[in-house]
């Protein structure tokens, strides 16, 4: 018997949540390391950030975990979103500590908005992986709050930035998906 995929089909749906969630975590850790790179840690951001990354990087394990056990493939992107992260959050951190945040705001809306998709997605079909994508949110939407409390909206070209972080985001989302 071989192993067909139909369309709606749940469990590769799943397996596809839990690939751009894996991705997207890695991705925001390797963000935190680029801002931490250049702004350094005796920053006055630096704390707020190491305490963000901590946090990406337990969502992250989780992931990690969900893709052993559950037989997910990663997502073959994996080497790019190391690049890209790293430089998105090193660009962002040499433009100033503003353009930081407002990377963070930016790449924090847009998880919300992933992030709420993909319960309302699962309703009570997957409590484990709901648990935890709501636990994450809720942890999301305050790095999101910190960010915009701490200058985002102060970086120089805000809108603009922010709506090409965002629109990276989405791309990134769709791509990993699939890839």
């Known amino acids: 018997m071989t192993d067909t995929w139909r369309p709606g089909d749940s469990r590769r749906a799943t397996d596809a949540m839990i690939r751009v969630d894996q991705a997207g975590e890695y991705g925001a850790t390797r963000i935190y390391a680029g801002q931490l790179a250049v702004l350094g840690d005796r920053h006055p951001a630096a704390r707020a950030i190491h305490h963000m990354a901590a946090q990406e990087e337990r969502h992250r394990a989780f992931f990690d975990k969900l893709i052993v056990e559950r037989g997910v493939r990663p997502t073959v992107l994996q080497p790019f979103w190391s690049v890209a992260g790293f430089a998105l ?14 990377c963070t705001a930016a790449v924090e809306t847009e998880i919300d908005k992933h992030y709420a998709e993909q319960l309302a997605e699962l ?26 409390a701490n200058g985002a909206e102060n970086a120089f070209g805000y809108p603009v930035l922010s709506g090409l972080i965002r629109l990276g985001c989405k791309v990134a989302i769709a791509a990993a998906k699939r890839v």
Do not use: K
């Open 89 to 102: 959050g090193a660009v962002t951190a040499a433009i100033g500590p503003d353009a930081a945040m407002a």
């Open 123 to 148: 309703g009570d079909s997957d409590p484990e992986l709901s648990e935890a994508i709501a636990d994450f949110q809720a942890e999301e939407l305050e790095h999101r709050d910190h960010a915009l």
